[in-house]
C-alpha cells in the first residue's frame, strides 16, 4: 500500500521538476531560484539541468520504491538514497532560508522542508 507520504513525495518532485523545466525554458524567470545569484543564461542552464537530472533520478528512486513491480533497486540502496534526498532536501531548504529573494523563502523553503520531511517518513 502507497502512504500518502510516498504520493506527496512524488508529487512534490514533479512540481520542482516543472518548475526546473519552466525556467531552463525561461517561462520563470531565473533569478527567482539560487538565491538570485544567477547572472547569464549560461549560469541558468549550468545550475538548472543538473539540478533536473538529479530530481528525475530522486522521482525515478521514488517510483522504484511505491510502484507494486519488480524493483531495479535493493531495498537498502534505496533506503541510503532516501536519507541522501532527506539530507540534500534539507540543505536546500537551509540554502531557501538564507536567500536573499523573498519568494524563495516563502515558497521554495517550505517545499523544500516537505520534501526533506516525506524523504525522512519514507525511509523510517
Known amino acids: 500500500m502507497v502512504a500518502l507520504s510516498e504520493i506527496f513525495l512524488i508529487c512534490l518532485l514533479l512540481i520542482f521538476i516543472l518548475m526546473h523545466i519552466a525556467i531552463i525554458l525561461k517561462w520563470i524567470p531565473y533569478t527567482f531560484v539560487w538565491g538570485g545569484r544567477l547572472t547569464s543564461d549560461k549560469d541558468m542552464y549550468r545550475f ?4 533536473t537530472i538529479v530530481l528525475i533520478f530522486f522521482l525515478w528512486v521514488a517510483f522504484d ?7 531495479f ?5 534505496s533506503n541510503i538514497l532516501f536519507w541522501l534526498m532527506a539530507i540534500l532536501f534539507s540543505l536546500s531548504a537551509i540554502g531557501n532560508i538564507l536567500s536573499n529573494h523573498k519568494f524563495e523563502k516563502l515558497v521554495f523553503a517550505p517545499l523544500a522542508f ?3 520531511v516525506c524523504c525522512f517518513i519514507v525511509v523510517i
Open 48 to 51: 538548472e539541468i543538473p539540478s
Open 65 to 71: 520504491r511505491v510502484l507494486n513491480t519488480p524493483h
Open 73 to 77: 533497486l535493493t531495498e537498502q540502496t
Open 114 to 116: 516537505l520534501l526533506a
